[in-house]
């Protein structure tokens, strides 16, 4: 796993307040938290199984944050 790469704002007391990170780690992160939430999703989910196809099918389907 690569390291991230991070700039800390720090306050008027140089104490750190937030991390600032490049747009493509953000996205990196994005990507990952949202496979991780559709796993879970699916794991507590009883309904039918569907096939490759049919999954793929379902998910363009979805609503897409913008």
Do not use: C, G, H
Request: net charge negative; charged share 45%.
């Amino acid at each position: 796993m690569e390291a991230i790469k991070k700039k800390y704002i720090i306050d008027e007391n140089n104490e750190k307040v937030a991390v600032q990170i490049d747009i493509e780690t953000y996205q990196k992160m994005e990507d990952l938290l949202e496979n991780y939430a559709l796993v879970q999703l699916m794991k507590e989910d009883d309904s039918e199984r569907l096939e490759v196809r049919e999954a793929k099918e379902f998910y363009k389907k979805l609503p897409k944050e913008k």
